[in-house]
């Protein structure tokens, strides 16, 4: 049995009746995972609840438990909201006239050596005809900019994350953008769930409102 003990005293494990739980002080349970066999009899681990992947498939149903325990200390609460990458698109015309600026810009091209403007360049996309940059890296060019993406591909479905204070939690900056998640205006009303909300730009940063 693995206990993974948080800064502030807190300790997450998987349930057993190895140790009394209450001694550990009041336990709050939750499901961290389902266990369920697939459409060929073979078993998967869905991590999921806790933003983990599916494990398996495995023959049988002890050895997903085995993958399930294996795999949940690993996975730590993250300590802020994570928010997929974001992409500025530009016309093919205004590209020659955009550079890259920012701490985030200089921190990647300290860590890897490479010259900033040339890493904008080697990270440029292309897509529906438009040429993408990381927003982060050319937010003071946002009044060029046609249009902002969000890169899910590899985004996880689910986060879990700890809110120390509320509504503090929710709101704040990731790089260049600013999101507000507990002011949100479609929070509240299923009729605008799906709606996009256009950007809000100040000061060169791009606020998201969702």
Not at 140 to 158: E, G, I, S, T, Y
Not at 174 to 198: I, L, M
Request: net charge positive; hydrophobic share 35%; glycine share 8%.
């Amino acid at each position: 049995m693995q206990l993974v003990i948080e800064p502030d005293g807190t300790v997450r494990f998987i349930y057993s009746e190895t140790i009394d739980v209450s001694t550990l002080g009041s336990p709050t349970i939750s499901r961290a995972s389902y266990v369920e066999p697939d459409q060929h009899g073979r078993w998967l681990a869905d991590l999921s609840p806790v933003g983990g992947p599916i494990e398996g498939p495995f023959n049988s149903r002890s050895e997903a438990l085995l993958a399930e325990q294996a795999r949940y200390p690993q996975r730590q609460v993250r300590k802020h909201l994570q928010l997929p990458k974001l992409w500025a698109a530009f016309r093919p015309a205004d590209v020659a006239n955009i550079t890259g600026d920012g701490p985030e810009l200089a921190a990647y091209a300290s860590r890897t050596g490479r010259h900033p403007q040339r890493l904008l360049e080697h990270l440029r996309r292309d897509h529906g005809g438009r040429a993408l940059h990381p927003l982060a890296w050319v937010s003071h060019h946002w009044r060029q900019a046609v249009a902002v993406f969000a890169d899910l591909a590899r985004f996880p479905k689910r986060q879990v994350f700890r809110l120390g204070k509320l509504p503090d939690d929710l709101v704040g900056y990731q790089d260049a953008t600013e999101y507000d998640f507990h002011e949100s205006r479609f929070r509240a009303t299923d009729e605008h769930k799906h709606r996009v909300v256009p950007n809000q730009v100040a000061g060169g940063r791009v606020a998201v409102t969702i």
